[in-house]
């Protein structure tokens, strides 16, 4: 199994930043991809920003220029540093990580989800 780990979370000014982390730990051969993605009450759930292993990034179009995110392969974690916050980025913010494990003598490619962290901007 595998087993995601968030924290950063928290209650933050607009204009203020914050920066989650997410660390991806048990039984991975390899990382393909980790995410963050955020839910606000009464929306659906959206993807806020993800990175393959090489570095390649996709971000919502909301938090282009404010977000970054990052990865650390050796470590398993994914970053998101988010500056210049606003009020609509308010919202439970839940990493996943796409990895592959070896079950047997087979590969799968499997996905995980955190359990989530709240972010609260202030205005």
């Known amino acids: 199994q595998v087993q995601l780990t968030e924290s950063g979370g928290g209650l933050v000014q607009a204009g203020g930043s914050l920066r989650l982390s997410c660390a991806a730990s048990?039984?991975?051969?390899?990382?393909?991809?980790m995410g963050w993605y955020r839910q606000a009450p009464g929306k659906q759930r959206e993807l806020v920003a993800d990175?393959?292993?090489?570095?390649?990034?996709n971000y919502v179009d909301s938090a282009k220029g404010r977000f970054t995110i990052s990865i650390d392969n050796a470590k398993n974690t994914v970053y998101l540093q988010m500056d210049s916050m606003k009020p609509e980025d308010a919202a439970v913010y839940y990493c996943?990580?796409?990895?592959?494990?070896?079950?047997?003598?087979?590969?799968?490619?499997?996905?995980?989800w955190g359990q989530g962290t709240q972010v609260t901007v202030s205005s």
């Open positions: 990175i393959t292993s090489d570095g390649r990034t």
């Open positions: 996943y990580a796409d990895v592959e494990r070896l079950l047997g003598e087979c590969y799968t490619e499997e996905e995980y």
């Open positions: 048990g039984s991975i051969v390899s990382l393909n991809a």
